[in-house]
């Protein structure tokens, strides 16, 4: 009976780990391809992942977090500096939340041409590209509203 306790409680710590996701991983490329409507970009989003569905969600959150922390550029662009004045480890809290509550998703908009998907197998998996639509004012209009980000008036 205690083998089983002790089973049980190895297995709900190994679970408990395996859902703390690191929401501040660079491990992807961000591309713009072209701004679309207005305040909005389309950027080309590379990700590795096992499988397509799971990479379409991680793509969401990578291109929301290069627009936030990287910027993005592309020779149909320009040069498209990073939204936020702060860097994600100081703010963690309030990114994590950002990212595991959803609240980012009502920003980007993945393209649902599944013939753009770009596909490269790789040693590790798959490398995945995904047009995504980014609504970058917005973005920055909330940003700037929780402090994070200067507002666009600041800088003239």
């Known amino acids: 009976m205690i083998k089983y306790f002790f089973l049980c409680v190895i297995l709900f710590l190994v679970s408990a780990c395996s859902l703390n996701k690191n929401f501040n991983d660079n491990n992807y490329e961000i591309i713009c391809q072209n701004e679309g409507a207005e305040g909005t970009y389309l950027v080309k989003v590379f990700t590795y992942g096992s499988d397509e569905k799971k990479a379409i969600s991680e793509a969401k959150h990578r291109a929301i977090h290069g627009v936030l922390f990287r910027g993005v550029t592309g020779s149909r662009c320009g040069e498209k500096p990073k939204i936020c004045k702060v860097n994600y480890e100081d703010n963690k809290k309030f990114f994590d939340d950002f990212f595991n509550s959803g609240k980012y998703l009502q920003y980007v908009v993945i393209s649902d041409d599944y013939g753009s998907i770009d596909r490269v197998k790789t040693s590790s998996g ?23 980000a200067n507002s666009m008036d600041s800088i003239f």
Do not use: A, C, D, P
């Open 126 to 148: 798959v490398k995945m590209g995904f047009v995504v639509s980014i609504k970058h004012k917005e973005l920055r209009k909330y940003m700037e509203s929780q402090g994070m």
